[in-house]
């Protein structure tokens, strides 16, 4: 982990040619002015959704559905529990041991209902402590929500393709779950919306129905088209972005984009290790923006650096797509470390402490690393 | 001209089954040369074929019994306008036999004279102008290849970007440029040293790849990103962007046959942006009338039509290039993604 980043030479500017970006149309860009909160409001809208999974279905569970209900119990929890912690350590508490009952109780095949009522009351109460008002109610903002929705992992159109391709039918759920809460919060942006961009959100929002009648998977998936769900998904975030005045695909402007995460994963390198949570959630932002949009390029340019990067997130964060292998041997090999460590107090905290040194350490080096990209792309 | 190999399995599934005919305002159209137009229906798993004069669907071409699972694409040309190749990607290859191939058509006669194998995913093709290569992208392997016309065998693969897509051989059969989606990027393959010399950044998902007429320029449309890169070949760098608006969603684009127009099919506003070659600024956005999502675009040789496949609506858009509108649109197979102009021999 302590090894200098070395970026080779095809990342310098002789042969990454820049292109030129299209002039700014939108007046917001909310994942460059509110990348944590977004991230944020992401981990809690996704507990959100485990939560409706878990009573859209009946105990007992099957177990993926079990796996997916723990899960938000690891990322999506961490992506806020640090500044809510910090704001209201009491409900932080509250929450995350609601969280683990409605786990348990999923675990154990019992009736969740009493506990997924309760998480989901403490559940609003951490959003209106994490998320300030104002950008609840900021359409730009709540666009960024929805197409995060409908793209990111899990969301609607992955969680169909997911579904079909991957043969992995409870990626379906996950899809449809999504789908039902971008109704929702279209909803609430479209007053904007011209006639026609209502017809043809309601046009694609029915074209996904149709993909998504119910909650349950398909008995089959033979013959049905993977990708049928990322069409009317990417014309709908079109629509939204319009509707909304936001540009919500960071992605157009590499360079400035590249800028963007080195200037945060600076600004969450300061805050190891006294407030290594609250560092963390900005590094999930950072995550969420560097893999949808510049793992590819640096993995074609400078593997070296995807490679690098890799490694660096993983002492500092584990994200929602590592949860079914990283995250489970992880979480079996510090069990097994904390109980060697049981009889050894002193021991335990020495490993904690190393542990901190190693994320602040980590987000050190990626920091250099974003640093030479920003350089290379000339953000 | 020679192809490469016999038909096959499923040589004998032509079909000669007319599609339905949504017939809207429709001037005569008096042409020299007869030409057929070719719309890869890429859901439908099929190939609808229209009589550019009638305006009429005479043919669809079975390409799969697995719907969904095995999709028509990508459609290139011959030089000679007699024979259009299609792309097939298998989204299962582990299920039944692999049907990833690239085929041939006899515009004469609509029969499928040749397929080979053509593994990875491919998605998009092109045809070299001396007509005996054809270069794939390879998107599943993020991958671009070189097929030998004559015997169907890969001469060269060369890694590219992830999520391969457009592919253009230039003028001078020197260069081919594959596009990639996930990494923004035009990867430029020298041919003859049979090697990748460049990547160089583009718009926001890139997809479709065209030379100029003369070589100088390859201009590269960017879904997301709302433009088209043009290249100057030579220096092999982006000299300028041309932005059509974030919600554009532009797709394929066509050159003009003299080459002083780009045709580009905006599939996000359902419309056709005409765009000056000589400024490079955008002179028409033609939407009235215009199918739903146009993403595939295809010019006559005559460079008086041109035909946009609308996979929304399940339709091709005829656009009249003198008025600049739509004077025609024509019911399709399930999902058209591209369309390309076969030249009828006389």
Redesign the interface.
Do not use: M
């Given at each position: 982990m302590n090894k200098p980043l070395t970026l080779i030479a095809a990342l310098a500017l002789g042969s990454v040619a820049l292109p030129g970006v299209a002039t700014a149309q939108y007046a917001h860009a909310p994942f460059f002015d509110h990348p944590v909160e977004l991230s944020q409001a992401y981990g809690l809208e996704t507990i959100a959704l485990k939560l409706d999974l878990a009573s859209a279905f009946a105990a007992p569970y099957e177990d993926e559905l079990i796996e997916g209900i723990e899960g938000m119990t690891g990322a999506p929890l961490a992506r806020f529990a640090g500044t809510l912690a910090e704001k209201n350590a009491d409900l932080a508490d509250a929450l995350s041991a609601a969280l683990a009952e409605v786990a348990e109780a999923a675990e154990e095949g019992e009736d969740a209902s009493e506990a997924i009522a309760e998480a989901r009351e403490l559940l609003d109460q951490a959003y209106a402590a994490v998320i300030p008002q104002a950008l609840r109610n900021d359409p730009a903002f709540v666009g960024g929500i929805i197409i995060t929705l409908l793209l990111a992992e899990e969301g609607v159109a992955e969680g169909y393709e997911e579904a079909v391709e991957g043969q992995e039918p409870w990626e379906y759920p996950n899809g449809w779950v999504a789908l039902q809460r971008v109704n929702v919060l279209w909803d609430e942006v479209k007053g904007a919306a011209t006639e026609q961009h209502l017809a043809d959100a309601q046009e694609m929002l029915d074209l996904l129905a149709t993909l998504y009648p119910q909650a349950t998977p398909p008995e089959s998936v033979a013959g049905l088209n993977p990708e049928e769900a990322e069409s009317p998904s990417q014309r709908l975030g079109g629509i939204v972005e319009t509707v909304v005045d936001a540009d919500l695909y960071p992605g157009r402007d590499l360079p400035r984009l590249s800028g963007h995460i080195a200037e945060l994963t600076e600004a969450a390198c300061a805050l190891y290790p006294d407030r290594d949570e609250v560092a963390a959630e900005t590094i999930y932002a950072v995550h969420d923006l560097y893999a949808a949009h510049l793992a590819d390029v640096a993995g074609l340019f400078a593997p070296e650096l995807q490679e690098e990067a890799d490694e660096l997130f993983g002492a500092m964060i584990v994200a929602e797509d590592d949860d079914d292998d990283e995250a489970g041997e992880g979480a079996d090999d510090q069990s097994a470390a904390t109980a060697e460590a049981d009889d050894d107090a002193d021991a335990e905290q020495d490993q904690d402490d190393d542990a901190q040194v190693s994320a602040a350490q980590a987000c050190t080096e990626l920091s250099e690393a974003f640093t030479q990209l920003r350089t290379a792309l000339g953000g | 001209m020679r192809l490469f190999m016999r038909p096959g399995r499923i040589g004998a599934m032509l079909l000669g089954v007319a599609g339905s005919v949504l017939a809207l305002a429709m001037p005569a159209m008096a042409q020299e040369e007869t030409y057929r137009v070719y719309v890869a229906n890429e859901?439908g798993a099929d190939i609808s074929v229209i009589d550019s004069a009638s305006g009429e669907v005479i043919q669809t071409i079975k390409i799969s019994d697995?719907?969904?699972?095995v999709?028509p694409r990508g459609m290139a040309v011959s030089p000679d306008g007699k024979t259009i190749y299609v792309s097939v990607s298998d989204?299962?290859p582990q299920r039944e036999t692999p049907e990833d191939k690239i085929l041939a058509i006899d515009v004469d006669t609509n029969e499928m004279v040749g397929q080979f194998r053509a593994g990875g995913n491919p998605e998009r093709i092109a045809v070299s102008p001396d007509g005996t290569q054809i270069w794939a992208s390879l998107e599943a392997i993020a991958s671009g290849a070189g097929y030998d016309v004559a015997t169907g065998n890969q001469f060269a693969i060369h890694k590219v970007?992830?999520e391969a897509e457009g592919v253009a051989v230039s003028p001078d059969n020197k260069w081919a440029y594959i596009t990639?989606e996930?990494?923004?990027?035009v990867s430029i393959i020298d041919i003859a040293a049979n090697k990748v010399v460049?990547?160089?950044?583009?718009?926001?998902r890139p997809r479709v790849v065209e030379f100029s007429l003369d070589g100088t320029r390859a201009y590269v449309s960017a879904e997301?990103?709302?433009?088209i890169?043009v290249i100057d070949t030579e220096k092999?760098?982006?000299i300028?962007?041309i932005?059509?608006?974030?919600?554009s969603?532009p797709v394929e684009l066509a050159v003009a046959p003299d080459g002083k127009r780009i045709y580009v099919a905006g599939?996000?506003t359902s419309a056709v942006y005409v765009i000056d070659t000589e400024t490079n600024a955008v002179v028409e956005i033609i939407t009235e009338q215009m199918g739903r999502?146009p993403w595939g675009i295809a010019i006559t040789p005559d460079g008086k039509r041109v035909f946009t496949a609308n996979?929304?609506s399940d339709s091709v858009s005829v656009i009249d290039t003198d008025s600049l509108t739509v004077i025609n649109n024509i019911a399709v197979g399930r999902g058209a993604h591209s369309a390309e102009v076969g030249v009828v021999p006389q």
């Open positions: - | 859901f697995r719907p969904g699972e999709r989204f299962y970007g992830v990639a996930a990494t923004h990027t460049k990547h160089l950044l583009v718009g926001n997301i990103g709302g433009t890169s092999q760098a982006v300028q962007t932005n059509l608006g974030l919600d969603r599939g996000g999502r996979g929304l």
